[in-house]
């Protein structure tokens, strides 16, 4: 890739405005990412304080390409409902994997598809990737169902995954026109 446009600091859409982690996020990313409804869907086990710090330090650098991940609000009342973004940006081969999650008070709302809405053309645009893929637990129905509105298909895992995830997920592809 010649020249890297970075993502906007803060974006809108019709329910939600996203913006980069910060160290003030640390309590809801904490309640997001410790939660055991929450974590059954995650690949990692449920993370402790400062694992949650850790991850707002990992993300919070949005001018770099190989990771991002937006704090995700409603805009009517400003409450945290989740985060998304991407990681595992594979330059070479053009691909990058992406991850969303929505607070389980907020499930089965249109969520996850609008932040898939404004988030697929981002990583189309600004990295400019030829695949774009997201792993998703095999009992994960909800997830399923919102990444095949946009055209995933399930294929093979395009990075390196544990033993536990090859039985227990999928690799959903998407391959976006420009």
Same mark, same amino acid.
């Not at 399930?154 to 959903?172: I, K, M, N, Y």
């Given at each position: 890739?010649?020249?890297? =446009?970075?993502?906007?600091?803060?974006? !809108?859409?019709?329910?939600?405005?996203?913006?980069?982690?910060? @160290?003030?996020?640390?309590?809801?990313?904490?309640? $997001? *990412? #410790?939660?055991?409804?929450?974590?059954?869907?995650?690949?990692?086990?449920?993370?402790?304080?400062?694992?949650?710090?850790?991850? %707002? @330090?990992?993300? &919070?650098?949005?001018?770099?390409?190989?990771?991002?991940?937006?704090? =995700?609000?409603?805009?009517?009342?400003?409450?945290? %409902?989740?985060?998304?973004?991407?990681?595992?940006?594979?330059?070479?081969?053009? $691909?990058?994997? %992406?991850?969303?999650?929505?607070?389980?008070?907020?499930?089965?709302?249109?969520? &996850? !598809?609008?932040?898939?809405?404004?988030?697929?053309?981002?990583?189309? !645009?600004?990295?400019?990737?030829? @695949?774009?893929?997201?792993?998703?637990?095999?009992?994960?129905?909800? #997830?399923? &169902?919102?990444?095949?509105?946009?055209? *995933?298909?399930?294929?093979?895992?395009?990075?390196?995954?544990?033993?536990?995830?090859? $039985? =227990? @997920?999928?690799?959903?592809?998407?391959?976006? =026109?420009?």
């Amino acid at each position: 890739m010649n020249e890297m =446009t970075f993502f906007p600091a803060t974006l !809108t859409s019709p329910r939600l405005i996203w913006r980069g982690l910060q @160290t003030g996020d640390v309590d809801v990313i904490y309640r $997001q *990412f #410790s939660d055991p409804d929450m974590c059954a869907y995650f690949s990692d086990p449920p993370c402790s304080m400062d694992e949650a710090a850790d991850i %707002i @330090t990992h993300y &919070a650098d949005m001018r770099q390409p190989r990771y991002l991940r937006y704090a =995700t609000f409603t805009s009517d009342t400003m409450e945290f %409902i989740g985060t998304c973004g991407y990681h595992f940006y594979n330059v070479a081969a053009k $691909q990058v994997e %992406i991850g969303y999650d929505v607070w389980k008070g907020r499930w089965r709302h249109g969520y &996850a !598809t609008e932040m898939l809405t404004a988030l697929l053309p981002l990583c189309a !645009t600004h990295l400019g990737v030829n @695949t774009i893929y997201a792993i998703i637990g095999h009992d994960n129905l909800a #997830s399923q &169902a919102s990444v095949r509105k946009f055209g *995933f298909v399930p294929g093979e895992f395009l990075r390196d995954v544990s033993d536990h995830e090859r $039985q =227990t @997920t999928a690799c959903w592809h998407y391959h976006p =026109t420009r």
